[in-house]
């Protein structure tokens, strides 16, 4: 499975950026996805996450209200809406998936995924 990040890009403090993660092939053992970011020279830290049953949404408290994840189960895509945006949201951004039996939920760790996206970046100008 791969997973192709795209809509990353410049923007304004306060603008907004809509990325999305298409996996390359079906599979329903995705059972959750998410994204994770990493700043310039910082960690990657998670951001977001859904299940792919039902629904079920984290976010990290520094994107709660301003950041949205949603996803289409029928084209195997995962989308991050991102409102308000702020300079220190400035990051590569990746999209993760979990494929397993088992969700680990509330997957909100790194070593939680097994596959990754590219990553995407996102810089957020004052």
């Known amino acids: 499975v791969q997973l192709q990040a795209s809509g990353g890009g410049l923007v304004q403090a306060g603008g907004s950026l809509r990325l999305s993660c298409a996996a390359s092939?079906?599979?329903?053992?995705?059972?959750?996805m998410g994204w994770f970011r990493q700043p310039p020279g910082k960690e990657r830290e998670f951001v977001a996450n859904?299940?792919?049953?039902?629904?079920?949404?984290n976010y990290a408290e520094s994107v709660k209200g301003r950041f949205t994840i949603s996803r289409d189960n029928a084209n195997n895509t995962v989308y991050l809406q991102m409102n308000s945006l702020k300079p220190e949201d400035t990051a590569v951004y990746y999209c993760?998936?979990?494929?397993?039996?088992?969700?680990?939920?509330?997957?909100?760790?790194?070593?939680?995924?097994?596959?990754w996206g590219q990553g995407t970046l996102v810089t957020v100008s004052s």
């Open positions: 092939e079906r599979t329903f053992n995705i059972i959750v």
């Open positions: 993760a998936a979990r494929i397993s039996f088992e969700s680990r939920w509330p997957t909100l760790h790194v070593s939680d995924y097994n596959y």
């Open positions: 859904i299940r792919r049953s039902g629904g079920t949404t």
